[in-house]
């Protein structure tokens, strides 16, 4: 009887330690994802910052730059995109297609962004023009912000993926569905997409 009571409170303590256990993995896995949203969070600030600073630009080169029309519709159309490639991304960060679309649509607005400032270029009032310094100096600003956030998500997302994918914790991943997240990067066949709009003046 004595050895029957021992045995099962044995069991007793390893299931236990067993739930415990499975708890505390649980809870790595949900504050690890917990981690890579909230530093998506400070990409969508750092993004939406730039998106505020395009119209006012826009606006500054327009008088200078009345016959580039189509550059500045361009712009316009591309930072729209790049909106809602952020909003897609914003309701399932690390979601691989969506992740995908906010890196394309970005690309595709720093090439717009680029071809602006490039034009803009060959207008000296322009490039003199206190309220254009302050902006392309904002922007730039910005794009480095941009660029700390996203690689602080993308280390978010590393150590979060390294977590769900390692033996014992891929099981309860698996079991609860933990989806991989994917990272916020630039498509390396794009090397125009890689480098960042050139704003010094």
Known sequence: MASALIVLGLLVAVAAGLALWGVGIYNGLVTARNAYKNAFAQIDVQLQRRFDLIPNLVETVKGYLSHER??????????????????AAKADPGDPAAMAQLAQSEGALNGALGRLLAVSEAYPDLKASQNMTQLTEELTSTENRVAFARQAYNDSVMAYNNRREVFPSSVLAGMFNFKQAALLDIPADRAEVREAPRVTF
């Open 70 to 87: 189509e550059t500045l519709e361009a712009v316009t159309r591309a930072r729209n995109l790049a909106q809602a490639g952020l909003s």
